[in-house]
Each structure stands twice: as C-alpha cells, then as structure tokens.
C-alpha cells in the first residue's frame, strides 16, 4: 500500500509518502521527481537494467522523461518527494 499526503503549490507538487512493507509498484514513472528517503529502505529499479537502493537520510533525483523508474521496498519506507 501506498499512503500520500499532498500539498500543492501552484506546478509543484510536495508529497509526504509512505509504503508498507512489499509495496510494489504497478508501472514505470516517467515524472521527474526530488526524493528524500526518510526511514526504512526503497529500491528503485531503472528500465535500462540498473537498479539503487535509497535507506534513511539519501536522496535521488531523475527529470521529467529522462529515466523510466518504479519501485518497491521489502520493509517499508517513509519519503519526502517533490515534483
């Protein structure tokens, strides 16, 4: 499961989320998005093949279009998103 709390901001959308252990995502994003992982472990895989994993105080950021991106976390995790 996946919980968002959403604030918006004219364009920009700020997003406090959080996936329960096995969350999975159902598709590849394509949205550019800031991501600060702040508890628990998020993998994100690319559609190239390569794959990271994110645990509590890392951050990733990927373009609109530029890296088609989902992921999925085993333990759960706690994030800070804004695009």
Not at 5 to 15: A, D, E, H, S
Not at 21 to 50: N, P, Q
């Amino acid at each position: 499961m996946a919980y968002w709390r959403t604030q918006k901001f004219g364009n920009i959308r700020v997003r406090s989320v959080e996936y329960t252990s096995g969350y999975l995502a159902d598709h590849w994003c394509v949205k550019g998005h800031i991501l600060l992982c702040i508890e628990g472990e998020l993998h994100t895989e690319l559609k190239d093949g390569r794959s990271f994993t994110l645990t509590a105080g890392m951050s990733y950021q990927v373009a609109d279009d530029a890296e088609p991106h989902r992921s999925h976390t085993a333990i759960g995790a706690k994030l800070f998103i804004v695009d």
